[in-house]
């Protein structure tokens, strides 16, 4: 053990201490001077003292050369594997083409440890004064590249991250963008040494350059997009309302003329009733006269009187006819435009309603072979206007009776009443002789009838559409074709209407 530490002194003193412990050995050697065959056996045991002696010495030596050679190898490979690392440090480096530097805060110097980048500064590493490095940054970076270092020194942070422009040797600024950190500090803490790595990072700053403009182009498409579609939409909103006052337009000049049809069919309606009775009191009139003269002259005869009294029965009866035909026209065309503020609201059961209805109708029905079946869902109550489901229903069966059935015995009705998704449906169909397209087309016109002349004045369909669309808020279908019978559906809301349009 002593020998595997010590030094080539030591170990050979630790050689000696051996023979010096083989020696007494030999020299304890009992009966050495008897006689000869003992002097050989003494020499015999001084050879072999000897030869262990050297064969020890021998193994003590080669057992050191082995630790020396061991050792030297041991070292040689070490500085092989430090200067590999080196290299690839160094190559690294160079590959990365970083620049690494230190500065010397006491001396206010600064050093190019591997001047790699081409700044405009000796290419050195030897003590460039820091006044000027601060030269060759650009004017308008230095105050960044100053606060970075200066925060490091303060101690106010651990590491420095600065991004700068610096002048080339070649000319021109290069981007750099430089890392650093406090290697030492004295004993009060205040920074000594710096050391750090500056990259080139020129084309780094040119694509965020190119970018910062790709977005700023776009920026401006899209300011300019955004500005086009608001004209766009500002343009839109304007025709939009363009559209709707002209649309408010058509339909107040649709209204108008809707009004202007109106009053010229009511006073062609009027027109026939009111000028036959004209005409009729105009010649009851001329007669009296006549007779009155007659008997004035004293030359009226009694044939006079009696001619005189059956104008007077036939003008009258003219008169009357027809002022009751005006009238009738009056009270249709006052149902046309119904108020429906003047319409009695109320909630009704439906099917006792229709029940009434139809009840109501027995008298016009019974002189006829025609049946009405209505199948109405139990239980449907709703607020509506009676008057106008009154009217609605009352006009159909009317319709069938004069035009479905005017050839037919017995013709056949069928109401079918459902509530359905918040909405009363009724299907009215008749099996009568059904109408052409243009009767189809037209049927909701005012003063559209087949009978004119025949009593029909064309107004009850007219004000069917009427109720059915404004007062009940609904609509109304009309399906037929010639032979087939007629088929209407009627919509409207189950709930009440609040504020029904105005008609
Ligand atoms: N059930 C029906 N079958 C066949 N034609 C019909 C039927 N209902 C209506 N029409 C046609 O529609 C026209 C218009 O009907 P509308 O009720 O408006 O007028 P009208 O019955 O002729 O006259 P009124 O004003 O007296 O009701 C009718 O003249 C008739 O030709
Ligand atoms: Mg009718």
């Known amino acids: 053990m002593l020998m595997c530490r010590g030094t080539s002194a030591a170990r050979w003193t630790a050689a000696s201490g051996i023979l010096a412990c083989a020696l007494p050995w030999l020299a304890y050697s009992p009966g050495v001077q008897a006689d000869s065959l003992m002097s050989q056996l003494l020499a015999w045991k001084v050879i072999s003292s000897l030869a262990i002696c050297v064969l020890a010495l021998v193994l003590i030596g080669g057992w050191m050369l082995r630790r020396r050679l061991a050792t030297t190898a041991a070292k040689l490979e070490a500085a092989e594997r430090l200067r590999t690392s080196e290299e690839h440090l160094s190559l690294a480096l160079e590959s990365s083409g970083d620049e690494i530097w230190e500065v010397d805060l006491p001396n206010s110097s600064f050093r190019r440890i591997v001047p790699h980048l081409g700044i405009a500064l000796p290419n050195h590493d030897g003590p460039i004064p820091t006044s000027q490095v601060l030269e060759v940054i650009h004017p308008a970076d230095r105050e960044t590249?100053?606060?970075?270092?200066?925060?490091?020194?303060?101690?106010?942070?651990?590491?420095?991250?600065?991004?700068?422009?610096?002048?080339?040797?070649?000319?021109?600024?290069?981007?750099?963008?430089?890392?650093?950190?406090?290697?030492?500090?004295?004993?009060?803490?205040?920074?000594?040494?710096?050391?750090?790595?500056?990259?080139?990072?020129?084309?780094?700053?040119?694509?965020?350059?190119?970018?910062?403009?790709?977005?700023?182009?776009?920026?401006?498409?899209?300011?300019?997009?955004?500005?086009?579609?608001?004209?766009?939409?500002?343009?839109?909103?304007?025709?939009?309302d363009d559209l709707r006052q002209a649309q408010k337009q058509l339909v107040e000049s649709e209204k108008m003329a809707a009004l202007g049809a109106l009053v010229a069919g009511v006073a062609h309606e009027i027109n026939t009733p009111l000028g036959i009775g004209v005409t009729a009191s105009s010649h009851l009139q001329g007669e009296t006269r006549r007779l009155l003269g007659l008997l004035a002259s004293g030359e009226m005869k009694r044939s006079d009187l009696d001619s005189y009294l059956a104008a007077a029965s036939e003008s009258s009866e003219l008169i009357l006819r027809?002022?009751?035909?005006?009238?009738?026209?009056?009270?249709?065309?006052?149902?046309?435009?119904?108020?429906?503020?003047?319409?009695?609201?109320?909630?009704?059961?439906?099917?006792?309603?229709?029940?009434?209805i139809l009840t109501s109708l027995q008298p016009r029905l019974r002189k006829t072979r025609h049946r009405v079946e209505i199948d109405c869902a139990e239980g449907i109550q709703l607020e509506t206007y009676p008057g106008a489901i009154y009217q609605v229903v009352t006009n159909l069966v009317m319709n069938s009776l004069a035009h479905?059935?005017?050839?037919?015995?017995?013709?056949?009705?069928?109401?079918?009443?459902?509530?359905?998704?918040?909405?009363?449906?009724?299907?009215?169909?008749?099996?009568?002789?059904?109408?052409?397209?243009?009767?189809?087309?037209?049927?909701?016109?005012?003063?559209?009838?087949?009978?004119?002349?025949?009593?029909?004045?064309?107004?009850?369909?007219?004000?069917?559409?009427?109720?059915?669309?404004?007062?009940?808020?609904?609509?109304?279908?009309?399906?037929?074709?010639?032979?087939?019978?007629?088929?209407?559906?009627?919509?409207?809301?189950?709930?009440?209407?609040?504020?029904?349009?105005?008609?």
């Not at 035909?325 to 229709?354: C, G, M, P, W």
């Not at 052409?436 to 087949?450: A, C, G, H, S, Y």
Request: proline fraction near 3%; charge should be positive.
């Open 145 to 240: 590249f100053i606060s970075a270092f200066s925060g490091l020194v303060k101690g106010q942070s651990q590491r420095m991250k600065a991004r700068y422009r610096v002048a080339l040797k070649a000319g021109g600024w290069l981007w750099a963008l430089s890392y650093g950190k406090v290697t030492e500090r004295d004993a009060q803490g205040r920074a000594v040494w710096m050391s750090g790595v500056s990259r080139d990072i020129s084309e780094l700053m040119e694509q965020e350059e190119a970018l910062q403009r790709v977005n700023i182009d776009l920026e401006h498409r899209v300011e300019g997009r955004t500005r086009d579609l608001r004209l766009a939409n500002e343009h839109l909103r304007r025709t939009l």
């Open 322 to 356: 027809n002022l009751r035909r005006a009238d009738h026209l009056v009270k249709s065309f006052k149902q046309v435009a119904v108020d429906q503020s003047t319409e009695d609201r109320r909630r009704i059961d439906l099917a006792n309603y229709l029940d009434e």
């Open 404 to 503: 479905g059935f005017e050839h037919q015995e017995a013709g056949l009705i069928r109401i079918g009443v459902r509530a359905q998704d918040g909405d009363i449906v009724v299907d009215y169909r008749d099996d009568g002789c059904g109408m052409d397209d243009e009767v189809r087309r037209r049927i909701f016109e005012p003063f559209f009838t087949t009978k004119r002349g025949q009593g029909g004045s064309g107004l009850g369909m007219h004000i069917l559409f009427n109720l059915v669309t404004r007062l009940l808020a609904g609509s109304v279908r009309c399906e037929s074709t010639p032979g087939q019978g007629v088929h209407f559906v009627i919509r409207f809301p189950l709930e009440p209407v609040v504020a029904p349009v105005p008609v």
